[in-house]
C-alpha cells in the first residue's frame, strides 16, 4: 500500500468533514419533517429553517465531490448532480443548466463542481452556468455583469501560482492541481461577457 500524498490528504479530510456534517443535517431535516406530519400550526421559521437544512444539505453533497476523494473509475449519476444543483440554486440568483448526458467520470464531475465554484465567484449578481460536453468539459457562463479578477483566474492557467490566495477561492488553486492530477488540460477563455473553463 502506497504512502497517501498531501493531495490525498487533503481529499480524505474533504471527504470526513462532509460525511460527519451530513448526519446531524439530516437528523434536523428529519425533525422538521415530523413537526410538519403532526398537524400543528407551523409558522414561517419553519419553512425557513426547512429551506435552509435543504439548500445545506445540498452544499455538503456538492462539496464532498469538489473536495473528496475521487476513486479511479467511480462515476456519479445524471440524476444525483442534477438533484444537488438544483437544490442548492433553488431560490437563488444562480442557475446552473447540467446538460451533459448520462453518468459521468467521478475526477471529471470533481473539476466540474470545482469549476463551477469559479464561476460563481464571476458571478456576485447571479447568472446561468451551462456545463456541456460536447468535445471535453465545458463550463461556461455569458452575464453583463462579469466580475473578473485578472490573477486568480491566470492561476487557472498556470500563471502566478505564487500569489496569495483567500480561502474564498481556494478554488482557483485546486482546480489546476486536480485537472494536472487527472491527466486533463484546463483552458479559460474569457471576452465579450463570457467566461469559459474547459478540460
Known sequence: MQPATNDDLTALLGSRICHDLISPLGAIGNGIELLMMSGATLGPEITLISESVSNANARIRFFRIAYGLASPGQTVSRNEIRSILDDMTRGGR??????????????????????????????????????????????????????????????????????????????????????????????????????????
Request: charged share 25%; with cysteine; net charge neutral.
Open 94 to 199: 444562480l442557475s446552473i443548466d447540467w446538460q451533459v448526458d448520462g453518468d459521468a467520470l467521478r475526477t471529471d464531475v470533481k473539476l466540474a463542481c470545482l469549476a463551477l465554484q469559479c464561476m460563481e465567484s464571476a458571478l456576485p449578481h447571479g447568472g446561468r452556468v451551462t456545463v456541456s460536453r460536447p468535445d471535453g468539459w465545458v463550463i461556461e457562463t455569458k452575464a453583463e455583469r462579469l466580475k473578473i479578477d485578472p490573477p486568480l483566474w491566470s492561476r487557472l492557467e498556470g500563471a502566478g501560482p505564487g500569489t496569495e490566495i483567500a480561502a474564498a477561492h481556494v478554488q482557483f488553486a485546486l482546480l489546476p492541481e486536480a485537472a494536472r492530477r487527472h491527466g486533463r488540460n484546463l483552458s479559460v477563455e474569457t471576452g465579450s461577457g463570457r467566461v469559459a473553463i474547459r478540460y
